[in-house]
């Protein structure tokens, strides 16, 4: 006998709101979840694959026990993204609809602030969050957080690859010491055992499968793809699945719309979701791919998180994530609520080791899928119209009155020519793009995009700078202390970064080309220390005559002629770096960014 949620000890109107709402019968994580919240006081930590119920499993509980006759803010959900906790705090509203007292309030960055502090001041029993826009209302005094009994850290591994860690602490110093913390994360990374170790009092925990296996409903396959046939590869995925609605997942602002401007002239109903986007924007996109105006959505990680779609068919990765934990959530944006869906990863041949760490975590194998060819495609897409034809309704009574003077201009024709016609109409575009088109599957392994005119690769985004810093794993640097590094230097609220490289005594990243002398400025003029060490930051190209590079951290700051010895306390020069970053990108990266194991 199924259970039900009834069954897991909830009240009558939480009940009767899930009924309105379609839910029928728990998942697996809300089933083991709710009896324990609504039971104990314990704090819990909660392992749940995205798109397995988890917002429901800590926030029905919540609202089951919230006392509707005390304004004051009872629990504080923080989310890492502004999508995220919309989409929390909607969901809240639609269980407590026939809890007319129960208030909640979302606050996050890129809204009047103003507004938020008047919602607040109403009192709100539930407040949901971004962790900036929370210490900020924090700071001003509009949030108070003394009387809280819940704190809820959702996408928990997010928000500590974002960089937000201080933001956590601050938080947590404005609660009691007295609650419950529900720690719920889709992958459990160290930083995420550390969290728990640092916020919780003997937690229990719950899963709802193992410890950032991937989902048994997502198959992963990955296309061999060379720099120049990345693009034609994708369009060739979308071509070869008529029905295809997806997420093509990018991994910068850049690169995102770039991709869905191309698709777009080519005739895709696409487009782009990142942060350069005002909210505005950003509410009428995701509206647009709900509603399925939109079949294909290029996305950045950070902006396609919270987003609740549950029929995706295909999840796309245009380039792999920096952060291997970064795959699992962009899977498991498919196979959601029980459907099947598929992964897919273009990689050239220098990329295609990633994957081997991901498989390891997942305890799925990748499987090599030929690119499709144009013949395949135009065979896909004929009958793919011919099945279309066929199961049409027809609606005689609106077309009864035309038939007539259809059929006698048609009379001239036969069966066999009629269909011919038809079929050529209909298809005409994709028979005259794929006449002769080459097989992708042969391209040169050589790829000439990928390699400079001395025929060395090219290890950065040309849009993108790489920067080299004198701290790694010895220093306890990980990627996200190393982001929140660059944020601390207040450089922009809009530059990106870009792949990151952490190894043991130093480490390389990328930003944005356009913020290359606003990141040197920046660490220059904060004279930035690390846990007590000096930081130094370098661009690790020449790009000036001479070789010369500009630097911060430490010297004079200008320029160094060949022979010059380093700044003290760095121990290493230009010509060391030079071979540092050589030595690094010849290696078999042994970075443990995508799982890469250093060589004994």
């Known amino acids: 006998m199924s259970i ?14 899930l009924n309105d709402l379609g839910y029928e019968k728990p998942t697996v994580i809300q089933e083991k979840a709710i009896p324990q919240i609504l039971s104990s006081s314990e ?22 026990l919230a006392d509707t006759d005390n304004k004051a803010t009872q629990a504080i959900i923080l989310s890492p993204t502004r999508e995220l906790a919309v989409q929390i705090g909607k969901n809240i509203e639609d269980f407590s609809k026939y809890i007319p007292n129960l208030k909640v309030v979302t606050v996050y960055g890129g809204a009047n602030i103003d507004q938020q502090i008047k919602q607040l001041k109403r009192g709100a029993q539930i407040v949901v969050g971004t962790p900036g826009r929370t210490v900020d209302l924090i700071r001003r005094r509009a949030l108070r957080l003394g009387s809280v009994k819940w704190l809820v850290l959702d996408e928990a591994d997010e928000m500590l690859n ?59 396959e990955y296309y061999l793809v060379t720099e120049r046939t990345r693009y034609p590869a994708l369009k060739r995925v979308a071509d070869v699945n008529p029905d295809i609605y997806a997420i093509v997942f990018c991994r910068t602002r850049r690169e995102t719309q770039e991709v869905a401007d191309k698709l777009i002239q080519d005739g895709y109903n696409a487009d782009s979701l990142h942060g350069d986007l005002s909210q505005a924007q950003r509410d009428s996109v995701m509206e647009k791919f709900r509603k399925k105006n939109i079949q294909i959505l290029v996305a950045t990680d950070v902006a ?31 196979g959601r609520a029980g459907n099947k869906g598929v992964s ?75 269909i011919q016609k038809f079929v050529s109409l209909e298809f005409n575009s994709f028979l005259s793009y794929y006449e002769n088109a080459p097989d992708l599957n042969n391209a040169t392994s050589r790829d000439r995009d990928d390699r400079s005119s001395s025929g060395r690769r090219r290890e950065t985004n040309e849009n993108m700078s790489r920067f080299f810093i004198n701290l790694g794993r010895k220093d306890r640097l990980n990627p996200a202390k190393l982001m929140g590094l660059i944020n601390e230097q207040g450089i922009s609220k809009s530059v990106e970064i870009g792949a990151i490289d952490i190894l043991d005594t130093f480490s390389f990243f990328e930003i944005d080309k356009n913020f290359e002398n606003d990141t040197l400025d920046a660490f220059s003029a904060n004279n930035a220390e690390f846990n007590g060490r000096r930081v130094n930051v370098e661009i690790t190209k020449n790009e000036r005559k001479g070789g010369g590079r500009r630097r911060s951290g430490g010297g004079s700051g200008g320029r160094r002629r060949r022979g010059d010895s380093p700044s003290k306390g760095f121990g290493r020069n230009r010509s060391d770096r030079d071979r540092s970053e050589n030595k690094f990108q010849s290696k078999k990266q042994g970075n443990k960014q995508f799982g890469r194991r250093r060589r004994s």
């Open 162 to 220: 974002m960089g937000f860690k201080d933001e956590l602490d601050k938080v947590l110093e404005a609660t009691p010491d007295e609650k419950q913390t529900l720690l719920f994360s889709a992958t459990f990374p160290r930083e995420v055992e550390a969290i728990a170790s640092n916020y919780m009092t003997n937690p229990v925990e719950v899963a709802s499968g193992e410890k950032n296996q991937g989902s048994d409903n997502v198959s992963h």
């Open 304 to 334: 396609a998180r919270g987003l609740d779609v549950n029929n995706l068919t295909h999840v796309i990765n245009h380039k792999l994530p920096d952060q291997i934990e970064n795959y699992n959530h962009r899977s498991g944006r498919t």
């Open 344 to 418: 897919i990863a273009l990689v050239n041949k220098k990329e295609r080791y990633k994957l081997n760490p991901i498989e390891r975590i997942l305890k799925k194998k990748f499987v090599h899928t030929p690119i499709p060819t144009g013949e395949e495609i135009c065979k896909k897409q004929l009958f793919h119209l011919i099945d279309k034809v066929e199961n049409s309704e027809v609606e005689t009574g609106k077309i009864d009155p035309f038939l007539p003077s259809i059929y006698e201009k048609l009379n001239d024709f036969s069966r066999e020519e009629l």
């Open 43 to 64: 704090d819990l930590k909660a392992f749940a694959q995205t798109g397995t119920g988890k917002t429901a499993a800590f926030s029905l509980p919540i609202v089951e």
């Open 4 to 17: 039900t949620f009834s069954d897991l000890g909830l009240k009558q109107p939480i009940n009767d709101a």
